[in-house]
Protein backbone atom coordinates (compact mmCIF):
# COMPACT_ATOMS: atom_id res chain seq x y z
CA UNK A 1 0.00 0.00 0.00
CA UNK A 2 1.54 3.66 -1.32
CA UNK A 3 2.24 5.43 2.38
CA UNK A 4 0.31 8.32 2.12
CA UNK A 5 1.91 11.45 3.85
CA UNK A 6 0.73 13.32 6.21
CA UNK A 7 -0.74 17.05 6.72
CA UNK A 8 -0.39 18.71 10.28
CA UNK A 9 -1.31 21.80 10.01
CA UNK A 10 -1.63 24.30 7.62
CA UNK A 11 1.48 26.50 6.72
CA UNK A 12 2.70 29.65 8.66
CA UNK A 13 2.18 32.25 6.90
CA UNK A 14 3.45 34.63 10.06
CA UNK A 15 7.19 35.84 8.91
CA UNK A 16 9.15 34.87 11.63
CA UNK A 17 12.98 33.82 11.60
CA UNK A 18 12.05 29.92 10.66
CA UNK A 19 9.80 31.23 8.03
CA UNK A 20 12.25 33.30 6.66
CA UNK A 21 14.92 30.54 7.28
CA UNK A 22 12.85 28.37 4.99
CA UNK A 23 12.59 31.08 2.18
CA UNK A 24 16.41 31.54 2.26
CA UNK A 25 16.69 28.06 1.54
CA UNK A 26 14.32 27.82 -0.75
CA UNK A 27 15.72 31.00 -2.95
CA UNK A 28 18.40 29.40 -3.22
CA UNK A 29 18.29 25.68 -3.92
CA UNK A 30 14.52 25.17 -4.17
CA UNK A 31 12.40 24.61 -7.23
CA UNK A 32 8.36 24.65 -7.43
CA UNK A 33 6.09 22.76 -10.36
CA UNK A 34 3.31 21.09 -9.52
CA UNK A 35 5.22 20.31 -6.34
CA UNK A 36 8.19 21.63 -3.97
CA UNK A 37 11.66 20.37 -3.83
CA UNK A 38 15.09 21.45 -2.07
CA UNK A 39 17.98 19.89 -3.63
CA UNK A 40 20.76 19.13 -0.71
CA UNK A 41 24.38 17.68 -1.20
CA UNK A 42 25.16 14.49 0.42
CA UNK A 43 27.83 15.78 2.86
CA UNK A 44 25.24 17.86 4.16
CA UNK A 45 22.81 15.38 6.32
CA UNK A 46 22.26 17.80 9.48
CA UNK A 47 21.01 20.43 7.08
CA UNK A 48 18.63 18.11 5.27
CA UNK A 49 17.09 17.02 8.67
CA UNK A 50 16.97 20.78 9.65
CA UNK A 51 14.96 21.14 6.70
CA UNK A 52 12.53 18.51 6.71
CA UNK A 53 11.83 19.85 10.34
CA UNK A 54 10.88 22.88 8.96
CA UNK A 55 8.60 21.30 6.51
CA UNK A 56 6.72 19.82 9.38
CA UNK A 57 6.68 23.24 11.41
CA UNK A 58 6.76 25.30 8.94
CA UNK A 59 5.02 24.18 5.70
CA UNK A 60 2.81 21.42 8.20
CA UNK A 61 3.41 18.72 6.13
CA UNK A 62 5.87 15.27 5.78
CA UNK A 63 8.07 15.54 3.45
CA UNK A 64 9.77 12.58 1.52
CA UNK A 65 13.00 11.56 0.37
CA UNK A 66 14.57 11.24 -3.34
CA UNK A 67 18.21 10.16 -3.10
CA UNK A 68 20.52 10.78 -5.79
CA UNK A 69 24.44 9.45 -6.35
CA UNK A 70 25.75 12.84 -4.61
CA UNK A 71 22.70 14.69 -3.53
CA UNK A 72 19.35 14.19 -2.23
CA UNK A 73 15.67 16.20 -2.59
CA UNK A 74 13.43 16.80 0.37
CA UNK A 75 9.62 16.92 -1.52
CA UNK A 76 6.32 17.60 -1.18
CA UNK A 77 3.56 17.04 -3.69
CA UNK A 78 1.11 19.06 -1.13
CA UNK A 79 -1.13 21.96 -2.62
CA UNK A 80 -0.64 23.79 0.64
CA UNK A 81 2.69 24.06 0.47
CA UNK A 82 3.02 24.89 -3.43
CA UNK A 83 0.39 27.45 -2.42
CA UNK A 84 2.48 28.27 0.89
CA UNK A 85 5.54 29.48 -1.56
CA UNK A 86 3.23 31.22 -4.36
CA UNK A 87 1.46 33.53 -1.66
CA UNK A 88 5.73 34.68 -0.57
CA UNK A 89 6.26 35.56 -4.78
CA UNK A 90 8.14 32.67 -5.81
CA UNK A 91 6.87 31.10 -9.49
CA UNK A 92 6.61 27.63 -10.48
CA UNK A 93 9.34 27.09 -12.98
CA UNK A 94 12.99 27.61 -13.50
CA UNK A 95 14.13 30.94 -11.51
CA UNK A 96 17.96 30.57 -10.91
CA UNK A 97 18.26 33.83 -13.02
CA UNK A 98 14.78 35.60 -11.91
CA UNK A 99 14.50 34.85 -8.21
CA UNK A 100 14.68 37.91 -5.70
CA UNK A 101 14.44 38.63 -1.86
CA UNK A 102 10.67 38.15 -1.39
CA UNK A 103 8.92 41.75 -1.08
CA UNK A 104 8.11 40.86 2.40
CA UNK A 105 11.31 40.28 3.85
CA UNK A 106 13.00 43.11 2.47
CA UNK A 107 10.23 45.51 3.92
CA UNK A 108 10.62 43.47 7.40
CA UNK A 109 12.46 45.37 10.09
CA UNK A 110 12.70 42.41 12.77
CA UNK A 111 16.49 41.46 12.62
CA UNK A 112 15.21 37.93 13.18
CA UNK A 113 13.44 38.02 10.10
CA UNK A 114 16.38 39.00 8.19
CA UNK A 115 19.23 37.05 9.82
CA UNK A 116 17.32 34.05 9.01
CA UNK A 117 16.45 34.45 5.52
CA UNK A 118 20.56 35.46 5.39
CA UNK A 119 21.25 32.13 6.92
CA UNK A 120 19.02 30.22 4.50
CA UNK A 121 20.13 31.93 1.51
CA UNK A 122 24.04 31.70 2.59
CA UNK A 123 23.32 28.02 3.79
CA UNK A 124 22.28 26.85 0.08
CA UNK A 125 24.31 29.65 -2.48
CA UNK A 126 27.01 30.61 -0.07
CA UNK A 127 30.53 29.23 0.79
CA UNK A 128 33.11 29.71 3.46
CA UNK A 129 36.75 29.02 2.84
CA UNK A 130 39.77 29.82 4.66
CA UNK A 131 44.15 29.53 4.11
CA UNK A 132 45.81 30.08 7.02
CA UNK A 133 44.14 32.86 9.12
CA UNK A 134 42.42 34.32 6.30
CA UNK A 135 38.71 33.17 6.24
CA UNK A 136 35.84 34.72 3.29
CA UNK A 137 32.16 34.14 2.81
CA UNK A 138 31.21 34.81 -0.48
CA UNK A 139 27.84 34.56 -1.93
CA UNK A 140 27.51 33.32 -5.78
CA UNK A 141 24.24 33.35 -7.74
CA UNK A 142 22.94 33.51 -11.41
CA UNK A 143 20.68 36.56 -10.30
CA UNK A 144 22.03 40.07 -9.85
CA UNK A 145 18.15 41.24 -7.95
CA UNK A 146 18.67 38.06 -5.65
CA UNK A 147 22.55 39.29 -4.84
CA UNK A 148 21.87 42.68 -4.61
CA UNK A 149 19.09 41.89 -2.44
CA UNK A 150 21.34 39.86 -0.32
CA UNK A 151 23.77 42.34 0.11
CA UNK A 152 20.90 45.09 0.96
CA UNK A 153 19.70 42.57 3.86
CA UNK A 154 23.35 41.93 5.16
CA UNK A 155 24.56 45.82 5.45
CA UNK A 156 21.12 46.29 7.83
CA UNK A 157 22.24 44.21 9.67
CA UNK A 158 25.63 45.62 9.83
CA UNK A 159 27.78 43.46 7.53
CA UNK A 160 29.28 45.57 4.51
CA UNK A 161 29.88 42.81 1.47
CA UNK A 162 31.43 43.80 -1.87
CA UNK A 163 29.96 42.62 -5.38
CA UNK A 164 31.43 41.47 -8.79
CA UNK A 165 30.08 39.69 -11.93
CA UNK A 166 31.52 37.52 -14.66
CA UNK A 167 30.60 34.81 -16.93
CA UNK A 168 31.16 31.46 -16.55
CA UNK A 169 33.00 29.45 -19.03
CA UNK A 170 33.32 25.96 -17.55
CA UNK A 171 30.40 23.59 -18.42
CA UNK A 172 27.02 23.48 -19.99
CA UNK A 173 26.21 26.55 -17.77
CA UNK A 174 27.00 30.14 -19.60
CA UNK A 175 25.05 32.13 -17.17
CA UNK A 176 26.38 35.35 -15.69
CA UNK A 177 27.07 34.80 -11.80
CA UNK A 178 26.92 37.39 -9.53
CA UNK A 179 29.11 37.61 -6.04
CA UNK A 180 28.97 38.88 -2.77
CA UNK A 181 32.13 38.04 -0.43
CA UNK A 182 32.88 39.09 3.03
CA UNK A 183 36.72 39.15 3.61
CA UNK A 184 38.21 41.00 6.77
CA UNK A 185 38.55 38.56 9.79
CA UNK A 186 36.45 40.55 12.20
CA UNK A 187 33.56 40.54 9.97
CA UNK A 188 33.92 36.89 8.78
CA UNK A 189 33.97 36.12 12.73
CA UNK A 190 30.73 38.18 13.28
CA UNK A 191 28.75 36.73 10.32
CA UNK A 192 29.49 32.96 11.37
CA UNK A 193 28.46 33.64 14.82
CA UNK A 194 25.87 36.29 13.96
CA UNK A 195 24.08 34.95 10.94
CA UNK A 196 26.05 31.80 10.42
CA UNK A 197 24.79 28.58 8.00
CA UNK A 198 23.23 25.23 8.55
CA UNK A 199 25.43 23.81 6.44
CA UNK A 200 27.35 21.01 7.40
CA UNK A 201 30.00 21.65 5.09
CA UNK A 202 30.24 25.52 5.91
CA UNK A 203 30.60 24.48 9.70
CA UNK A 204 32.79 21.52 9.60
CA UNK A 205 35.60 24.58 7.44
CA UNK A 206 34.45 26.64 9.80
CA UNK A 207 35.81 24.89 12.98
CA UNK A 208 38.86 24.19 10.99
CA UNK A 209 39.72 27.82 10.59
CA UNK A 210 38.74 28.15 14.49
CA UNK A 211 41.75 25.23 15.29
CA UNK A 212 43.57 27.24 12.96
CA UNK A 213 43.09 30.29 14.76
CA UNK A 214 43.05 29.99 18.54
CA UNK A 215 45.30 26.34 18.09
Given at each position: ?????????????????????????????G???????????????????????????????????????????????????R??F??F?????????????????????????????L????S?????????????????????????????????????????????????????????????R??????????????????????????????
Amino acid sequence: MRHVRAIYHQPRLTLDHRVALLLGLHAGDGHLSEGWGISVTGRDVQMGKRIVRLAKEVLGVEPYLERHENYFVIRSGKRQVREFFQRFGFTTGRKAGTVAVPPCVMQSDNRAVLTGFLQGAFSSDGSFWFKGGWGQCRFEVASARFRDGFIELAARVGFRFRAYSYRHHHGHNKLRLHTAYLGTRPDVLRWMRSVGSISDTHLARYRDWQRFLYR
